[in-house]
T-cell receptor, first 115, second 117 residues
């Protein structure tokens, strides 16, 4: 999985609790992304980062925040988890050096269940 | 609006037969197009991409895709399907609004390919 790890891989939590998911890369790539995958929706972008401390919202950012204090780590936080945030979360990375149409490479995913 | 469509939720094919997984796109400018495959309980794996040049792009595991600008399509193909090709396939296009500044992708909803022995 292209030098990308996600932790935890599985998590069950209760409504209203905070949750932080971690994405760690060893590729030194500039760009990092958080997606959620839900049946019938494909992958939807939550937040992305284009450098250390540089982040921006994706199409489904409500209820989520992110932080990137160093190149290798990108954290996704659910401030107060809701059942609608039950999903599979994927991290992806992309290089700024690949010529033309930089490819995104994905981590193994985190399955989050909010009860 | 920029979008990618995969019109078939599922494609069934017998092993040894050719397969096609369809993708159409709607973006402004020249598209950068991608195909990914997802096996059960795994992350997405990159298969191939079209940036420019030959309309027929070859990728991993014997897959290829044909870019057709007039039909705004980028269909995934394989001459002879294997049972092990059974997986979920995603088409994606780079968001032209941001281009290389962010490398953001817009994904289709996915097509489940089932190859019967």
């Amino acid at each position: 999985d292209a030098g990308i790890t996600q932790s935890p891989r599985h998590k069950v939590t209760e409504t209203g609790t905070p949750v932080t998911l971690r994405c760690h890369q060893t590729e030194n790539h500039r760009y990092m992304y958080w997606y959620r995958q839900d049946p019938g929706h494909g992958l939807r972008l939550i937040h992305y980062s284009y450098g250390v401390k540089d982040t921006d919202k994706g199409e489904v950012s409500d209820g989520y925040s992110v932080s990137r204090s160093k190149t290798e780590d990108f954290l996704l936080t659910l401030e107060s988890a809701t059942s609608s945030q039950t999903s599979v979360y994927f991290c992806a990375i992309s290089s700024s050096l690949e010529t033309g149409g930089n490819t995104q490479y994905f981590g193994p995913g985190t399955r989050l269940t909010v009860l | 609006a920029q979008s990618v469509a995969q019109p078939e939720d599922q494609v069934n094919v017998a092993e040894g037969n050719p397969l096609t997984v369809k993708c159409t796109y709607s973006v402004s400018g020249n598209p950068y197009l991608f195909w990914y495959v997802q096996y059960p309980n795994r992350g997405l794996q990159f298969l191939l991409k079209y940036i420019t040049g030959d309309n027929l792009v070859k990728g991993s595991y014997g897959f290829e895709a044909e870019f057709n600008k007039s039909q705004t399509s980028f269909h995934l193909k394989k001459p002879s399907a294997l049972v092990s090709d059974s997986a979920l396939y995603f088409c994606a296009v780079r968001d032209p609004l941001y281009g290389g500044a962010t490398n953001k992708l817009i994904f289709g909803t996915g097509t489940l390919l089932a190859v019967q022995p």
